[in-house]
């Protein structure tokens, strides 16, 4: 029905028809309250209509809003109208216009001073009002007026906040990473920001485009008028404005970048196969342990101490040999927080002396502790302490990521830049849009997602999601698709919707193995028994969609699935890279080359995982010879580079910056 738009291209599609949604919808609004409270005429109903962007619809609607006790406002009430009106016309010398003045002296306008006064608030709010003043003005400031950034009395000596004192950043061309920086600064009172702006070009443009041909004596008060209207209400007004505009760029491209980052680890191959041991890294308080089977279902826990205090090598290793044994454990997840190192030390150690050979990789830990804390997590782990929560939501996202990382909140993923700064309703949107799509390229796999992954499928809510973990936990995992219709509260319908969303890889049909929809089955069916797929032409794609009454398109997506069942794209794209070694901060130098996992990708660099406590920096300045706009046109997460080189080694701070250049 869509022609075989892309997923990208309907997300662009849903988001501009939201807006015109919203534009006529408020189109609606505001000629109902003009009616309402003035003349509707030909001419503003002509704007309104016209109007393309809710920006100006607002521009267009301003002096009809309702003001309460505004300056200009209790000037009308006092009669200043026509005064104001007189000094408008800019016809009156200066003593023509103070007797003028003094004729509206009276009641609550004690002296002539008043009567003026009254007569430029007037003129000053008409002009702060007036649309396309605000337009010209608001992209002015936009094109040429910079950001300046100030100190606080608070402000920390170091740290981000105090690099970027001082700073004058073009506002139509400040970085998103480096806008959301400076207004959190804001937020946290170490930095104030104000919009700087050429005052003399201001009154030079008033005066040429808005005094009066031939204006008289009184035009020097006139020009006081508006320049006040611009200073007083035009540009604080705007100024909220374009602080507004920013953010909502800026929070775009932050919110696109993490999308990006999303896709990208979302797509990261699962481990098939495999038991997994997670392993969440502590001193203290020990290593909590937690195994998953190839399902990633939870069987087993406990805790061991191989890190300080303890330091108790024997009895740790005892504890995962015996684990080993017993449920015949292929890798191990280690949470990349507090003591990982030391726990990579220990399996490091363990692999040597016990000749186990066990391969071990770090994964991140990022809302580990949120997830095991949540309610979703007590949902599925009522028994469990929230220690043990975290080792397997860390063994869980080795085995399918997407189905782990989905259940948590998405500013606690830590990717992308500045996810706590930017609107988190767009955040969760984005991770919604980002894991539904990949839904419906990849598929889900009916026996092993979890209750938040199954909520993404259409036509699947978390009831009916709760009923199918149910199902695979009393009667074993499913066969068939057509047993889904056993599912309390999964009709008939709703398994229409659904059913090409899921995957059984053992399935007794293969089409439970591909992304067909039942409506197609018996094409799908005829297909299979009569013809040979894989060499099927266009000609003849086309002849038989139309003696079948199939689309074109749609025929062409059953033939695919047919061709390529159960095929997971991301199963082409480079395994989960483990390791045995570990790097020392102290032997690394300035040209040392090493190899790491692109663990985060932000709009000035990518962060890798090189073996150290702290992840070290490729600044997009060092990823290519060739100018990046976005580091995300050459790296993803998780990407293996095999050859890096350090360029610089700060071993006091844990810092490492890395080039991929030469």
């Known amino acids: 029905m869509t022609g075989g738009a892309t997923d990208e291209q309907l997300r662009e599609f849903e988001i501009l028809y939201g807006y015109v949604q919203k534009l006529s919808q408020r189109k609606g609004e505001i000629l109902r309250l003009i009616q309402e409270r003035s003349t509707l005429t030909a001419e503003l109903q002509k704007s309104i209509d016209n109007a393309q962007t809710l920006q100006v619809l607002e521009d267009i609607y301003r002096p009809f809003k309702e003001k309460k006790n505004t300056r200009a406002s209790v000037a009308i009430t006092h009669g200043l109208q026509p005064l104001a009106d ?7 010398e200066m003593d023509a216009f103070h007797a003028r003045a003094k004729t509206f002296v009276n009641g609550s306008i004690q002296t002539v001073e008043d009567a003026l006064q009254g007569a430029k608030d007037i003129l000053a709010e008409a002009y702060s009002d007036d649309p396309k003043e605000r337009e010209y003005w608001r992209k002015q400031l936009f094109d040429y007026a910079s950001f300046e950034i100030k100190g606080t009395k608070t402000l920390q000596a170091q740290g981000l906040f105090a690099k970027l004192v001082g700073k004058s950043e ?43 041909k031939n204006a008289k004596g009184s035009k020097a008060f006139l020009l006081m008028a508006y320049v006040d209207g611009f200073k007083r209400l035009l540009f604080p007004s705007l100024e909220r404005e374009i602080h507004a505009m920013t953010k909502e760029r800026c929070d775009g491209q932050a919110i696109a970048t993490f999308g990006k980052n ?42 061991i101490y191989p890190t300080q205090p303890v330091n108790d090598y024997a009895t740790s290793a005892k504890v995962v040999k015996g684990l080993i044994d017993n449920y015949g454990i292929g890798g191990i997840a280690i949470g990349n927080g507090t003591a990982s190192r030391e726990t990579q030390e220990f399996f490091a150690r363990f692999n040597r002396e016990e000749g186990m050979n066990l391969p071990y990789t770090v994964v991140s830990e990022a809302g580990a502790s949120v997830y095991s804390a949540s309610k979703i997590a007590q949902e599925e782990y009522p028994n469990l302490d929230v220690t043990i929560r975290g080792a397997i939501s860390i063994a869980q996202r080795l085995r399918d990521p997407m189905a782990a990382l989905v259940k948590i909140d998405p500013k606690s993923l830590g990717i992308g830049q500045y996810q706590h700064d930017v609107d988190q309703k767009r955040l969760e949107k984005q991770l919604h849009a980002v894991t539904e799509d990949l839904v419906n390229r990849i598929g889900v796999d009916l026996n092993s997602a979890s209750v938040s992954l199954l909520c993404y499928v259409a036509g699947i809510g978390t009831k009916v999601a709760q009923s199918i973990i149910a199902h695979r936990e ?37 089409l439970d193995n591909t992304g067909v929809h039942p409506e197609s089955y018996p094409i799908a069916q005829k297909l299979l028994d009569s013809y040979p797929i894989k060499t099927m032409g266009s000609e003849e794609i086309r002849t038989l969609a139309q003696a079948w009454g199939v689309g074109e398109i749609t025929l062409r997506d059953i033939l695919t699935e047919l061709q390529k069942p159960g095929f997971d794209p991301r199963e082409t794209l480079p395994p989960i890279v483990f390791r045995s070694d570990l790097t020392d901060i102290n032997e690394l130098h300035v040209g040392t080359i090493v190899s790491g996992v692109v663990r985060n990708i932000a709009d000035f660099g990518a962060f ?55």
């Open 608 to 662: 890798v995982d090189i073996g150290l406590k702290n992840d070290g920096l490729i600044h997009i300045s060092e990823i290519s010879q060739k100018r990046l706009s976005h580091p995300l046109e050459v790296l993803s997460v998780n990407q293996h580079l095999p050859s890096i080189r350090v360029i610089e080694v700060d071993v006091a701070k844990g810092k490492v910056s890395l080039s991929l250049k030469e």
């Open 86 to 92: 007189a000094l408008r016309s800019g016809q009156w």
């Open 170 to 212: 073009r506002i139509s061309t400040i970085p998103s990473h480096r806008y959301l920086a400076m207004m959190r600064g804001v937020a946290e009172k170490e930095l104030s920001v104000k919009i700087a702006y050429d005052n003399e070009r201001i009154e030079t443009t008033i005066a040429s485009y808005h005094l009066p």
């Open 262 to 303: 999303l896709t990208q680890l979302l797509h990261t191959p699962p481990v098939m196969g495999w038991v997994i041991l997670g392993v969440d890294p502590a001193y203290r308080s020990g290593c909590k342990l937690a195994v998953v089977d190839e399902q990633g279902k939870y069987v087993a826990h406990s805790v």
């Open 474 to 510: 009393t009667k074993g995992i499913f066969t068939r698709k057509d047993e889904l219709l056993s599912i309390k509260g999964l009709g008939a319908k709703a398994y229409e919707q659904c059913a090409g969303f899921f995957r059984i890889r053992e399935g007794k049909s293969i």
